[in-house]
Nanobody, 125 residues
Framework: QVQLVESGGGSVQAGGSLRLSCAAS????????MGWFRQAPGKEREGVAT???????EYGDSVKGRFTISRDNGKMTVYLQMNSLRPEDTAMYYC???????????????????WGQGTQVTVSS
């Protein structure tokens, strides 16, 4: 079965960096779109970044220029490099997979059929 396991979260000061990883198993990873999403307490889950099987990416407006999504199909892993972190980036971060035919529309959370358990990111000022 499809499994997604996130890692790399933690606590960091504003301006710092973190790199999240999501290890996938149980499906043909290379064919799926992958995405990172986040949810802060009391807020709706939102799209952060997505990447398709060709490496095309899309980002939420609030993270453009600061976050970078990438994937390694051989390792079946998707990454989220987060730089210049801000307190408002504090949230639980989730990895998700969208089966083909997939879409990189970052706002379309409903397409993502498979989700990990999440990893917490806390940014202090």
């Amino acid at each position: 079965q499809v499994q997604l396991v996130e890692s790399g979260g933690g606590s960091v000061q504003a301006g710092g960096s973190l790199r999240l990883s999501c290890a996938a198993s149980g499906y043909t990873f290379s064919r799926f779109c992958m995405g990172w999403f986040r949810q802060a307490p009391g807020k709706e889950r939102e799209g952060v970044a997505t990447i398709d099987s060709y490496g095309r990416t899309e980002y939420g407006d609030s993270v453009k220029g600061r976050f970078t999504i990438s994937r390694d199909n051989g390792k079946m892993t998707v990454y989220l490099q987060m730089n210049s972190l801000r307190p408002e980036d504090t949230a639980m971060y989730y990895c998700a997979a969208d089966p083909p035919p997939c879409s990189t529309v970052v706002a379309d959370l409903s397409r993502y059929a498979y989700w990990g358990q999440g990893t917490q990111v806390t940014v202090s000022s």
